[in-house]
């Protein structure tokens, strides 16, 4: 594991310039719709075999995520939703932290509680690291600049990875979760130099994880307010890795 308060930073490469903006492409809309109807094709002969509820719910995560790109939210919305409290109830963390990341992506009004419950789960449980990634960089890309809030996702994004990836995914994933903080501490105050990340680090205490996580959990509370759609702390007390 990487000892915060003392590693160096000199392996962290900074970026550049901050990640392009995702280029749209001609003909993705259409090729979008034509996966929804795949999906729903896929679907209707689901539901004349009469397959698992389980693979039922993850394809209708994957339909969900396919109408949030299209734009259509509100469509997507009932089937994550839905999906999620499946998932919870059959202790499948992952999936529903995927289903979180499809409700944020969704842009209804209830979007910024699933981020944080995903978040939450995230960091709770040992799911897929690239998920995990994905969901602390929501927060990178919905924070302003200047503020802090982008730091702690993006260090937590670092912390999680080297301490739970292994094997070949390891290397590639410190070096997305690398790069992204040194974006972030780029744009949050034009740090440049690894000498500078160090520094920087040093002042938002951004070391030590008892202190960035603890500043996660306000920024997941934040994000929930108090529209919790599971019991955090039941779930802990039964949690072997919690």
Avoid: N
């Amino acid at each position: 594991m990487i000892p915060f308060k003392t590693s160096p930073v000199s392996a962290i490469r900074l970026p550049d310039r901050p990640a392009d903006s995702v280029l749209v492409y001609r003909g993705e809309h259409a090729s979008l719709e034509l996966h929804l109807q795949a999906l729903q094709e896929r679907l209707a002969t689901i539901d004349r075999t009469g397959s698992s509820e389980f693979e039922r719910m993850e394809l209708d995560v994957q339909i969900a995520r396919t109408l949030a790109s299209l734009g259509r939210g509100a469509e997507a919305w009932p089937l994550a939703r839905a999906a999620f409290d499946r998932f919870m109830a059959w202790d499948h963390f992952e999936s529903a932290a995927d289903a979180c990341d499809v409700l944020f992506q969704a842009d209804q009004p209830g979007s910024l509680a699933a981020l944080g419950q995903g978040i939450w789960l995230a960091v709770t449980c040992p799911i897929d690291l690239e998920l995990t990634i994905e969901l602390l960089r929501h927060v990178v890309d919905e924070t302003p600049d200047h503020a802090d809030g982008a730091a702690v996702a993006a260090t937590t994004a670092l912390f999680l990875v080297d301490l739970r990836a292994q094997g070949q995914q390891r290397g590639d994933l410190l070096f997305l979760a690398t790069q992204m903080l040194g974006t972030v501490a780029r744009r949050h105050s034009q740090v440049e130099t690894p000498e500078e990340l160090d520094q920087w680090m040093e002042r938002l205490e951004l070391k030590e994880p008892e202190k960035f996580l603890m500043r996660l959990r306000h920024i997941v509370d934040a994000l929930v307010q108090d529209d919790w759609w599971f019991d955090r702390a039941a779930l802990q007390r039964r949690l072997p890795f919690a």
